[in-house]
């Protein structure tokens, strides 16, 4: 079977992250977002009828402010997840997945964000990138001399006692170690 899917990347960031003193969502020309597909990490998993996909996508945020000359940068990664339905997959099947690509890019400014202090809540960016994909979703089976086909793990698809419980590993490179510093 197969589906297609939308993953959403999400992050919001306060502006006093990368702007100097004084600055303020007002002062704001334009916001560049401009993820790289390449440097992606994301770790998926089967589980009874869905499929569930969580990840990073780095990105690199400009900023364009008025009365400073050069743009306001941050690298950082925006972390994104979906869980999409596939009636029939099983724990035990395998799962194929195209490249994803950029469906949309949206940004707002304003979004009320905890300072980088943590202690109040500030003027900040929102920053989402839709992303979309086709899941595939097999399983081996065989087809015997009458041509009924059989599934070649048997008890694939029986019900659990408890809810499956998966910790997807770091991702490598440091990819995702929360928002990166500003570049002047």
Known sequence: MFKNSTKVAEITFPLDLIAPAGITI???????????????????RIIQDKVVNIG???ATI???????QLPLTLTTSLPFQEHTDCPGACPEDRLHETPLEVEGIFTQPGVPVLGVAGLELVEGILVKVILRTTITVTRPIVVDKEGHKCDLVQHRCQPLTTPPTVTFPAPPNGNGNGVGGPTP
């Open 26 to 44: 007002a002062d704001i020309i334009s916001i560049n977002v401009v993820p790289d597909l390449n440097g992606i990490t994301q770790n998926a």
């Open 62 to 68: 400009t900023i364009t402010v008025l009365g400073i």
């Open 56 to 58: 990073l996508i780095p």
